[in-house]
């Protein structure tokens, strides 16, 4: 009985370790895939503005700070490339300084995320708010009649309104273990920007900070 005993634990061994090497590898091919789902996941919650998936998968505080940081050094660099000795250049430093506050809060919500994961980070301008990303929760405006005795340029024009903007070229990866980054650039020369993920515990992910300055 007991030499039967051993050989049916010996038996079920390579077994066990089989399930135990099947599961580790399940595990970290989970891990590694968590930041690109989580990801899929908040776009598809911001393009269709379900606030509370993207509270789920958002920093905000921390977002809100990188913004802030991103955005003073948007401007700073616009600022020192258009100076020169201009006098009005302190004057402009003061109301892009009052920019900052609307517009961080402006791209701190739903909105601004979906924005952000769609190519359209913040430029810094006066009065800026998140641009709707195209069939991203709201119906594209109907295109205005064609003025009366100019029909085929008020064709044309409406052609040219209606047609959405490319989506930029993007790449995802790793920075580090704890951070994944999802590049954007629209065109070959065009400035880069990066949507920045950060891992919470072992397979949560959470949007934290961009990079408008690469």
Partial sequence: ??????????????????????????ALGFGYASPYMALNN???????????????????PALRESLKQQVTGLLTRR???????????AIGAMIGVALI???VDAYATP???????????PRGDPGERPPVPPGAGAP???PAPPAAGNTANGTANSENNAAPPQPPQTTAGYRSLNEFAVNYQHGAGDARYSAI????????WKLAAVNLNE
Wanted: no cysteine; net charge positive; aromatic share 4%.
């Fill in 140 to 142: 594209a405006p109907e």
């Fill in 111 to 121: 909105d601004g995320v979906a924005a952000l994961l769609n190519g359209m980070p």
């Fill in 42 to 60: 908040l776009k598809r919650a911001a393009d269709a503005r379900d606030a509370q998936t993207v509270n789920e998968y958002v920093d905000f």
């Fill in 1 to 26: 009985m007991a030499v039967s005993t051993r050989t049916k634990r010996s038996a079920a061994r390579p077994l066990i370790v089989t399930l135990i090497v099947i599961a580790v590898i399940a």
């Fill in 101 to 103: 506050g609307p517009l």
């Fill in 197 to 204: 993920l950060r891992r919470e515990g072992l397979f949560t």
């Fill in 79 to 89: 600022l020192d490339a258009h100076g020169n000795g201009n006098p009005f250049a």
